[in-house]
């Protein structure tokens, strides 16, 4: 179910701009789609941890904050497109902004000794072992 959502924003606009798109999903979604229009399947193989039913809510609660664009078409089974709206595309530089940032991040927590991460696949660490 989603969060009771507030009448007007009276901390800052950040507020706003975090209820619309500040989930873990909602952004990930969002600069998916960056790239053009996506299936929902599309969008679960680019997006293999999340489940399902979470895909499903986020997509309708930026769907209703009008963010992305749902195309249903006439067929069975029924095909069903998410694009950006002109108003989720305003958020283009911002999510490449954090893209950017998190590359930053990512390298930044590398271990310097060459030690593996502690989140690194089991293949990971098996095929570098390997070399």
């Known amino acids: 179910m989603r969060k009771q959502r507030h009448e007007a924003y009276t901390c800052c606009p950040l507020e706003a701009a975090l209820d619309v798109m500040g989930s873990k999903w909602k952004a990930t979604i969002l600069f998916r789609l960056l790239e053009g229009t996506k ?8 997006m293999p941890n999340v489940t399902q039913r ?13 963010m992305i664009l749902r195309k249903v078409f006439a067929e069975v089974p029924p095909k069903v497109e998410y694009s950006l709206s002109d108003l989720g595309r305003t958020l283009e530089p911002l999510l490449r902004e954090l893209y950017d940032w998190g590359q930053t991040h990512i390298q930044r927590k590398q271990p310097e000794d060459g030690a593996e991460p502690a989140s690194s696949p ?3 660490k098996a095929r570098r072992a390997s070399r």
């Not at 299936?39 to 680019?46: A, C, K, S, V, Y």
């Not at 979470?54 to 009008?66: F, H, I, P, S, V």
Request: hydrophobic fraction near 40%; proline fraction near 4%.
């Open 39 to 46: 299936r929902f399947n599309e969008l679960r193989r680019i």
């Open 54 to 66: 979470m895909l499903t809510l986020q997509l309708r609660e930026l769907e209703a904050d009008g």
């Open 122 to 124: 089991p293949e990971a």
